[in-house]
C-alpha cells in the first residue's frame, strides 16, 4: 500500500484546491494514516480492496481508545474525501463508504465565559511589561472580534487599520471578512504596537502584527498558552481556550438582542446553521426575559 506516495499528494490537493487551513491538513493526513495502519494489521494491502467492515472496524478500535463521537465524524469525513481524491486520480474505483452515515455526535453547549468573567480575563495581563501588552492585546481582539486562533495569528500588520476601526481577516477557505474592533480592542492592539511590538520585533521586514519572544509569529500553541496562563487566574475554575473566547463573543452579542445573520458574518460561518449553536442562552438571561415577559412571573 503505497500510502506515504497519496497521503503526499492528497496534502497537497487539500491546500492547492481545497484551501484547506495547515491544521485541517494535519488532521486529516494523520486520520488516514490511522486507517492505514489499521489495514496493516488486517492484511489488507491495496486501498482498492477495502470494504465496509474494514471501515467500521477501524471507527470501533478509534473509539475503544477514547476517540468520541464528534471526532469519529471527522475522521470518516477525512476518509472519505481522500477516497474521492483516489477516485478522481484513477488509483480506484471502489467506494467503501457509500450509505455510511457519520456516528451522531453528542450535542454539547460551548463553553463561553459571563460578561463580567470576561471582563476579569481581559484585567489579567500586566501592560507594564512588553508581553504583558502583548498579550491584552491577543485577548481583547479573541474576545471583541471573535477571531479563530489562526485567523488572528496569520494576521498581519497591515489587516488593522485602527482609524477605520477595523481588521481584515482570512478565514476559512481564504474567505476574507471585514471586522469591527471595539474600542478597548482598538487601544490594546494601538498601545502594543507603539509601545511592545518594537521591543519584541528582531527583523526589520516581519510583517506578523503579533510576536513572541524571540520576535518571530506568534503561534497557535503560543496563543493558547497565553488564553490557559490568564483563565487559570480566574475567581471561577475554568478550562478555557482561544475558542471559548469566540463563544462568548457570539453568546454576548446574541444575548444583547444582535441579529443571527450579523453575527454569522462577523463569524465568517458559511452556513447559518453553524451559528444557531449560540443560540443557547444562560440561565440568568433565561430568568430575566421570563421575568419580564410572562404575566404569572
Not at 114 to 142: K, M, N, Q
Not at 222 to 251: C, E, I, Q, W
Request: glycine share 8%.
Amino acid at each position: 500500500m503505497p500510502e506515504e506516495r497519496w497521503l503526499d499528494a492528497f496534502a497537497d490537493y487539500l491546500r492547492a484546491e481545497r484551501r484547506a487551513s495547515e491544521h485541517t491538513v494535519r488532521g486529516y493526513v494523520k486520520d488516514i494514516g490511522q486507517f492505514a495502519d489499521h489495514l496493516r494489521k488486517l492484511g489488507v494491502t491495496d486501498w482498492s480492496n477495502v470494504a465496509q467492515h474494514h471501515v467500521r472496524s477501524f471507527l470501533a478500535e478509534r473509539r475503544e481508545h477514547g476517540s468520541s463521537g464528534r471526532s469519529l465524524g471527522r475522521k470518516l469525513s477525512a476518509l472519505k474525501t481522500f477516497y474521492r481524491f483516489l477516485r478522481r486520480r484513477g488509483v480506484t474505483a471502489h467506494d467503501p463508504f457509500a450509505d455510511m452515515r457519520s456516528p451522531k455526535a453528542a450535542k454539547r453547549l460551548p463553553v463561553f465565559l459571563y460578561p463580567e468573567e470576561a471582563a476579569e480575563l481581559l484585567e489579567r495581563p500586566d501592560v507594564g511589561t512588553p508581553l504583558g501588552l502583548r498579550d491584552a492585546a491577543v485577548l481583547e481582539l479573541l474576545y471583541g472580534c471573535g477571531l479563530r486562533v489562526g485567523e488572528l495569528t496569520a494576521l498581519d500588520v497591515g489587516a488593522v487599520d485602527l482609524s477605520l476601526g477595523v481588521v481584515a481577516v482570512h478565514g476559512k477557505g481564504s474567505k476574507e471578512r471585514i471586522v469591527p474592533i471595539g474600542e478597548y480592542a482598538s487601544l490594546a492592539v494601538r498601545r502594543y504596537l507603539a509601545e511592545a511590538r518594537p521591543l519584541l520585533l528582531k527583523r526589520p521586514d516581519e510583517r506578523a502584527l503579533f510576536l513572541n519572544a524571540r520576535g518571530t509569529r506568534l503561534s497557535d500553541r503560543g496563543v493558547r498558552l497565553v488564553v490557559s496562563r490568564y483563565a487559570a487566574k480566574l475567581s471561577r475554575s475554568v478550562r478555557l481556550t482561544p475558542h471559548a473566547l469566540r463563544h462568548s463573543f457570539a453568546t454576548h452579542l446574541l444575548e444583547a438582542g444582535a441579529d443571527l445573520r450579523i453575527v454569522q458574518e462577523l463569524l465568517g460561518h458559511a452556513n447559518l446553521s453553524t451559528t444557531q449553536v449560540y443560540t443557547h442562552m444562560t440561565r440568568d438571561h433565561l430568568r430575566s426575559v421570563y421575568g419580564a415577559a410572562h404575566p404569572r412571573a
